[in-house]
């Protein structure tokens, strides 16, 4: 669980970067758009899940743990992107939940893994100065996630654990022509604070069908690295993802 320590650490962070973001932007007003624009997105991550997961304690038994390959271990996945900019800041607000499973079978033992949970990221965007389209990102990241673990013959466990780590990175945006467009993300986060490490990487381009709505397709790869007690996920999250830009 989230110690109430990281927690305050985490909650003053935020506000103070809200606070920042909406000082700066009443600030560059002037510069810019004086009024806030929003955009929705919608989409489908086609992730597989490819790493190790224990729960309860269960899953050293079996060697290197359980390794989720392919997409099919992928049973179900929503989620969806907000963009709030205004002036020369733009928040970012993404949720996503998720379900993987994979059964193994081993000359001694079957086993059946199940990860499922939410990730929510909260973040801020500032372009850097000089370099046409480049942001730096900041911000952070809840992921609480669930994993069950079966062994034939032999025990099961169960575990559950959510976890908040800061982020950092940066963001390429850049237009070829009035249709086409691309983005480019990269952020790390974990640091020690909650998980060891998170690598966020995600190239998406985007198709511009009418002013107000874009089709958006890409590829995301996304790490975790994360241990505490009888829960463990050490684990990348990668694949194609499609969605459908409104602007607001």
Known sequence: MIGRA????????????????????????????SRWSFTVTPYLWAAGLDGDTAASGIGSEIDTGYRFLSLDNLDLTLAANLEARKGRWTVLLDGLYVEFSDAFDRPSVDADAEVSGRIFESSAAYPVARVAGLELVFGMRYVALHSEVRL?????????????????????????NDRWSVSLRGDVGG??????????????????????????????????????????????????????????
């Open 191 to 248: 640091f020690g604070v909650a998980s060891e490490l998170t690598t966020n990487l995600s190239a998406t381009f985007g198709y511009r069908l009418t002013d107000a709505m874009t089709l958006r397709f890409g590829y995301r790869a996304l790490q975790m690295d994360f241990e505490d007690g009888g829960f463990v996920l050490d684990a990348v999250a990668q694949g194609y993802a499609v969605g459908l830009s409104f602007a607001l």
């Open 6 to 33: 990281t927690l305050r650490f985490a909650l003053a962070a935020a506000l103070a970067a809200s606070s920042a973001a909406g000082a700066q932007a009443q600030e560059d007003g002037d510069a810019g758009s």
């Open 152 to 176: 034939t013959p032999g025990p099961a466990g169960s575990a559950g654990k959510s976890w908040l780590d800061p982020l950092v990175g940066a963001r390429f945006k850049h237009d070829f």
